[in-house]
Antibody, heavy 119, light 110 residues
Framework: QLQLQESGPGLVKPSETLSLTCTVS??????????WGWIRQPPGKGLEWIGS???????YYNPSLKSRVTISVDTSKNHFSLKLSAVTAADTAVYYC???????????WGQGTLVTVSS | QSALTQPASVSGSPGQSITISCTGT?????????VSWYQQHPGKAPKLMIY???NRPSGVSNRFSGSKSGNTASLTISGLQAEDESDYYC??????????FGGGTKLTVL
């Protein structure tokens, strides 16, 4: 059974860079069928797609976040990562990682991790 | 990219059917048969309920069904049960090879 697990600091200071890693177990991140993505959800609000990456390194970002986001993949460690720079309180959210099919649906999700931006 | 438009809330009584709409543009919902629906209970990760407009993943009840007409997709839940009370989100693949979500709909089972 495929499992995804987010990890990283739960507290980030304003203007700094948020960094999270999603470790995939029970399957290979190098599959040529799937993409790997990040989604976030501010407290009490809806889902926002951040971006996704293919095992080869091709990336696709939400245009509204593109200038601040970097998603990378490490196939040797079977994990992928998110970096979001210059964070503000508006970036406080539960961050989820998920597996994305070629057609955009997200069929496996991590449990999510809350990241709070505060000094 | 703009979020897809969903009603903020819908409600229904046990046994009834409800439909949640999801309106986009020709660049997302209208242009591709790649609309998905997710169920999210409080404090939990979203769960895929419908993919590619009409398909149900293994294990999802056949009371859940999806459809699309033009730029609007719909999720119908028949035979409402108390356990269906949840938030529901639609999403669509876009012409930019990205994904866009709807704002979410809170379903209340009366």
């Amino acid at each position: 059974q495929l499992q995804l697990q987010e990890s990283g600091p739960g507290l980030v200071k304003p203007s700094e860079t948020l960094s999270l890693t999603c470790t995939v177990s029970g399957g290979s991140i190098s599959s040529n069928i799937y993409y790997w993505g990040w989604i976030r959800q501010p407290p009490g609000k809806g889902l926002e797609w951040i971006g996704s990456i293919y095992y080869s390194g091709s990336t696709y970002y939400n245009p509204s976040l593109k200038s601040r986001v970097t998603i990378s993949v490490d196939t040797s460690k079977n994990h992928f990562s998110l970096k979001l720079s210059a964070v503000t309180a508006a970036d406080t959210a539960v961050y989820y990682c998920a597996r994305r099919t070629s057609y955009g649906d997200l069929d496996y999700w991590g449990q999510g991790t809350l990241v709070t931006v505060s000094s | 990219q703009s979020a897809l438009t969903q009603p903020a809330s819908v409600s229904g009584s046990p046994g009834q059917s409800i439909t949640i709409s999801c309106t986009g543009t020709a660049g997302d919902v209208g242009g591709y048969n790649y609309v998905s629906w997710y169920q999210q209970h409080p404090g939990k990760a979203p769960k895929l309920m419908i993919y590619e407009v009409t398909n149900r993943p293994s294990g999802v009840s056949n009371r859940f069904s999806g459809s699309k007409s033009g730029n609007t997709a719909s999720l119908t839940i028949s035979g409402l049960q108390a356990e269906d009370e949840s938030d529901y989100y639609c999403s669509s693949y876009t012409s930019s090879s990205t994904v866009v979500f709807g704002g979410g709909t809170k379903l209340t089972v009366l």
